[in-house]
């Protein structure tokens, strides 16, 4: 788009005389073009300066439509005042722009970025079955929270920030102080620490290990504390008595009123990173094989719309198959295979490369619907971050997707903007997104139902925001027609420049139901599914 024709559609904006198609041309400039958005802040600034100076020469302005600007179209020979003041004005304000987006969000604006922060000494990295106390809930890529944990069962991998790795075997009680301290209570680890994190120290109630540079394994058991040094040294201070030096295939037992008693190490007592692997793979594939029998029945619901499950055999030919049994298959443009969310190789797509998306058709009137998805998001390094929307979005169709912020967006177009002022109400759910997410599978779902006009967002089978439309802003049957899993829209006929929304992540199921599922029926959903 050469720059006359972008300021013809800006003016044209301005003078509320824009074609939808042009509105989304105009956008997707914006969008992309520093020097765009500057252009429409300055002719914005400039009509409005004019209108100003109209209504000080009495001249009646036009009657601004509701929530838009209309402003005085420029003229040639006009006042030489309004150009003063505007010029002045340019000087004094600070440059900034609007964004005019077709979501008519108007309190959308560029941020400036702040840098993000996270709290804990360590990361959870793997697991094997891992149960834990107190309702913790605990996944692969999640910092351990702060204070006393309690492992109930399974197997867990903790990796500190000074480089040493732990597994813990259920039942465990502990405590990671920092990077280079812990305290263990009950249960049973295996350590190893590289050279940089020389020094690292566990206490128990029995005495206090320092780490030499070494492998060890440790048993806190009621009334006693056993270490295995399986490869290098440690020291082990036993309360009163005098420090033990052990080097490899050496073990001490302390407590019980006993003293220390040294004895042979034991290496096959603690479990490693390869049988934590093999407990993990096992459980993984356990999960999946009850996942696959769920989705099966799942097929077979008469209220789903489409059902693309990824999981599919052979090399896809580039198309996703829709398993509900209405033959809506997707077209899969440039996205790649990826590992889904069991670990299942070439079992999901990577939506990351730009213009990656899965063109769909679902035809039909539906009083409500649910869109439900299992997603791995990357990073939300773009203003919108598409999940499901709809092309052009043409009355009574939803757009479902992430806004940079991490607030969940949902919307179903109720009129025309430039007739009416707002074409929607978009439902925002609060921020769920935090640095920790990212890579990790987590469960999305939004609901609407057309009778009351209600939106619900869920994350990980739970609601998380609830929000009835206004009436004037319900919509009572709800359409699709052509749509994109993962983007949104396509580069216009001789103008290939179109704004970057497809999601920054990886997708391995997507459902549509035209109904809204309860939230009794979405939380099963998760239990089933997830890995």
Known sequence: MNSEERNQLIDALLNDDISEADFLRLEAELHIDPEARRAYYEQLELNTLLQVEAENLDVAPATPAEDKVVPFAP?????????????????????????????????????????????????????????????????????????????????????????????????????????????????????????????????????????????????????????????????????????????????????????????????????????LEQHRDATRASRRSQWLNDSRELRRDARLLAYYPFDQPGHWKRTLFDESGNARDGAIVAAGRA????????????????????????????????????TKIDSLDRWYNSL????????????????????????VKKQDATQRGKDKHVVFSPSFWAPALSGKWVQLAVTYDGSSGTVTHYLNGEPFHQEILPEEYRVET???????????????????????????????????????LTPDEIASLYEKGKP
């Open 339 to 374: 590992t889904d969310r069991f670990g299942q190789k070439e079992a999901a797509l990577d939506f990351g490369p730009t213009g990656s998306r899965v063109r769909v058709n679902v035809p039909g009137e539906h009083e409500a619907i649910t869109l439900l998805c299992w």
């Open 75 to 275: 003229r040639t020979g006009m006042p030489l005042a309004a150009v003063g003041i505007a010029a002045a004005l340019a000087l004094l304000l600070p440059l900034g722009f609007l964004f005019i987006n077709s979501d008519n969000d108007p309190a959308i604006t560029k941020r400036p970025n702040a840098e993000p922060s996270a709290a804990g000494y360590a990361v959870l990295t793997n697991h094997a079955d891992a149960v834990w106390k107190n309702d913790l809930k605990l996944t692969e890529g999640d910092l351990l929270p702060q204070g006393d944990l309690q492992l109930a069962s399974g197997l867990i991998q903790v990796e500190l920030f000074s480089g040493v790795t732990v597994i813990l075997e259920g039942e465990a009680d502990f405590t990671v102080h920092s990077p280079m301290e812990m305290s263990v209570r009950r249960g049973k680890l295996r350590a190893r620490v590289p050279e940089p994190a020389k020094g690292f120290r566990i206490h128990t109630a029995d005495g206090e290990l320092v780490d030499l540079g070494t492998e060890f394994g440790l048993d806190v058991a009621d009334g006693h504390s056993e270490v295995h040094v399986l490869e290098g040294e440690v020291e082990w201070y036993p309360g009163a008595d005098a420090k033990h030096h052990l080097s490899e295939g050496k073990a001490v037992r302390s407590g019980n009123g006993e003293g220390t008693i040294e004895m042979p190490a034991r290496p096959g007592a603690f479990i490693g990173a390869s049988e």
């Open 388 to 411: 499901f929307l709809t092309d052009g979005h043409e009355l009574n169709e939803p757009h479902w997707q992430i806004m940079d912020d991490g607030r969940l967006f949902f919307s």
């Open 478 to 516: 709800v359409k699709i027609g052509p749509a994109s899993i993962g983007n949104w829209s396509q580069p216009m006929r001789n103008d290939p420049e179109f704004s970057v929304r497809n999601l920054n992540g990886s997708i391995d199921e997507f459902a549509i139901f035209n109904t809204a």
